[in-house]
């Protein structure tokens, strides 16, 4: 089993920062790749980074690319999500998700999700 606990998110004017982390339980974590979905109000959810279980691969949505940045601590069973040139069509409640590595698509296959922590940007 794990559990996924997300860092309160919160509220950040356009062009700013914001660093989301999603703190882990159980002591398999350091075999589960990790991403964070988003879902806008009256949205689908939509994959947003992920990470390997090994950290050598990442991978973003393309909205995202160059701005957000995934990483992990695996010593502190935890990921984060650096937030960075935020924009207003950034504004969402973000979640952390966890899969055993090795299943396949970036955008199935996840058993642990987080409880979700809402970012808004302000224009």
């Known amino acids: 089993q794990v559990q996924l606990v997300e860092s309160r998110g919160g509220l950040v004017q356009a062009g700013g920062s914001l660093r989301l982390s999603c703190a882990a339980s159980?002591?398999?974590?350091?075999?589960?790749?990790v991403a964070w979905f988003r879902q806008a109000t009256g949205k689908g959810r939509e994959f947003v980074a992920g990470?390997?279980?090994?950290?050598?691969?990442?991978k973003y949505v393309d909205s995202v690319k160059g701005r957000f940045t995934i990483s992990r601590d695996s010593a502190k069973n935890t990921v984060y999500l650096q937030l960075n040139s935020l924009k207003p069509e950034d504004t969402a409640v973000y979640y952390c998700?966890?899969?055993?590595?090795?299943?396949?698509?970036?955008?199935?296959?996840?058993?642990?999700w987080g409880q979700g922590t809402q970012v808004t940007v302000s224009s």
């Open positions: 159980g002591r398999t974590f350091s075999v589960y790749d």
């Open positions: 990470i390997t279980w090994d950290s050598v691969i990442t």
């Open positions: 998700a966890a899969r055993p590595r090795y299943a396949g698509s970036w955008y199935s296959s996840y058993d642990y």
